[in-house]
C-alpha cells in the first residue's frame, strides 16, 4: 500500500505564488509517474500536472506556464510551484500516483493523498 501525504496549501492574493509539496511512501518510488489534481467546490476532480519516471512534465492547459511540477526520486517526494496564481485556482489539491513510467491524459491514478487546501483571493 502507498500513502501520499501533502504540504504547503493555504490561502494567497491573486498574482501570487505556492508551492505544495508531497511525501510518498511507495514502493519502488521512481517507478511511479506522479501527478497533482484538482477539485472546486461544486466541480469534478481535475488533472493539473503529471510528471513521468524520467521527469517528463505534462501540464493541463489552464496551467502551462504558471505552474512547475518536480520530483527528486531520492528524496520521494513530488513538487508544485504555482505561480501568476488566479482565484480560479481556488481548490483542494490532491497528490497522485501511477505506477508506469508514462502518465497521460491524466487517467486514473493508483494511489491518492489526502488533499490540502489552496484558497486564492481577488
Known amino acids: 500500500q502507498g500513502q501520499l501525504v501533502e504540504s504547503g496549501g493555504g490561502s494567497v492574493q491573486a498574482g501570487g505564488s505556492l508551492r505544495l509539496s508531497c511525501t510518498a511512501s511507495?514502493?519502488?518510488?521512481?517507478?511511479?509517474?506522479m501527478g497533482w489534481f484538482r477539485q472546486a467546490p461544486g466541480k469534478e476532480r481535475e488533472g493539473v500536472a503529471t510528471?513521468?519516471?524520467?521527469?517528463?512534465?505534462r501540464y493541463a492547459n489552464s496551467v502551462n506556464g504558471r505552474f512547475t511540477i518536480s520530483r527528486d526520486n531520492a528524496k520521494n517526494t513530488l513538487d508544485l510551484q504555482m505561480g501568476r496564481l488566479k482565484p480560479e485556482d481556488t481548490a483542494v489539491y490532491y497528490c497522485?500516483?501511477?505506477?508506469?513510467?508514462?502518465?497521460?491524459?491524466?487517467?486514473?491514478?493508483?494511489?491518492w493523498g489526502r488533499g490540502t487546501q489552496v484558497t486564492v483571493s481577488s
Open positions: 510528471i513521468d519516471t524520467d521527469g517528463t512534465p
Open positions: 497522485a500516483a501511477r505506477m508506469g513510467v508514462r502518465w497521460y491524459d491524466f487517467v486514473a491514478p493508483h494511489y
Open positions: 511507495l514502493a519502488y518510488y521512481a517507478r511511479h509517474s
